[in-house]
């Protein structure tokens, strides 16, 4: 009867539009030790935390997805679609909102947010494709610092994936559209280094060694480079045993040592995330495709 009830009120909130996933129902996966995770899939239309267990503690809407975080203070930091940016608590309360279609000149332009980053001055850092810029916007909104990126053939949906203010004030920007390159510019907007991958680019993350982690996109591989360019460290698509790597979004050099993938569109054949040492040796996985679905490309560990 129970059952019954539960798929009654699953059909229910499907007729409704009303975006749910089943905090009771335990469909998660783990090989390995469990973690803890924050995960953003626009296939399931959902930000939600998963914990150790596979229970999902904290939920709520989305209609599309590329970056997200939870801050220091405990708030999350995500979009509710290719627009619209939300500083929420976790009681849900929205604090903050900055909606790139209608601010700071982009009215009735095209424009898309596939990445951002609060930063360490409270300040956060946007990434327009389309407008082709990086801004830093203060709590009101109002930009304190404004870029430009290089592109060649402009693209609201496809200048930009991931990217990330660096320590030294660098940005390092995945370009993921026809450039299929990882460019670092500078304060003022210099490319001071660049990477051609030759496939749509996800992520690029700088290491503590100076090296650069790359998330590969549809080139279905995670690959670390040195300054010069010389791969230094790679996994290929079929590299892990049982796992094919399909559409590699964000990657993430975790605290231990291992590396963090995001295995979006691969099917539900394969984990969805998994964690693997330096030795290529895989120490966990997630599979969820229940709750979550084929277009996960947002995963964060929650230490």
Not at 104 to 119: C, I, T
């Amino acid at each position: 009867m129970r059952s019954f009830q539960a798929s009654c009120l699953s059909l229910l909130l499907v007729l409704s539009g009303v975006c749910l996933l089943a905090a009771e129902d335990n469909s998660s996966v783990h090989t390995g030790r469990a973690r803890k995770v924050l995960i953003g899939d626009y296939s399931a239309k959902a930000l939600a935390v998963v914990n150790e267990k596979g229970d999902i503690e904290w939920q709520t809407p989305v209609r599309n997805i590329h970056d997200a975080a939870r801050l220091p203070n405990g708030n999350f930091l995500f979009q509710t679609d290719w627009t619209e940016i939300v500083e929420m608590t976790p009681d849900k309360k929205i604090v903050w909102k900055y909606d790139a279609a209608h601010q700071n000149g982009n009215e009735g332009k095209p424009v898309e947010v596939h990445a951002f980053q609060r930063l360490a001055n409270g300040q956060t850092m946007i990434v327009e494709s389309g407008p082709a810029r990086i801004i830093e916007v203060d709590s009101d909104g109002k930009i304190h610092k404004q870029i430009s990126l290089k592109v060649e053939h402009p693209n609201a949906h496809t200048d930009t994936r991931l990217a990330r203010k660096l320590d030294n004030g660098n940005y390092l920007v995945a370009h993921e559209g026809d450039n299929k390159v990882v460019r670092e510019y500078d304060a003022d907007g210099k490319v001071v280094w660049e990477f051609k991958t030759g496939t749509k680019v996800y992520s690029a993350i700088r290491l503590a060694n100076g090296n650069t982690l790359i998330g590969m996109g549809d080139g279905h591989r995670v690959v670390e480079v040195d300054h010069s360019g010389k791969t230094v460290w790679s996994i290929d698509e079929k590299e892990l045993p049982g796992i094919t790597l399909a559409w590699v979004t964000m990657v993430e050099r975790l605290a231990n040592g291992n590396t963090l993938i995001v295995n979006c569109h691969a099917g539900d054949q394969n984990p969805q995330l998994i964690e693997v040492g330096n030795d290529k040796k895989v120490v966990w996985t997630f599979k969820d495709f229940r709750r979550f679905g084929n277009s996960l490309p947002v995963a964060r560990i929650i230490e």
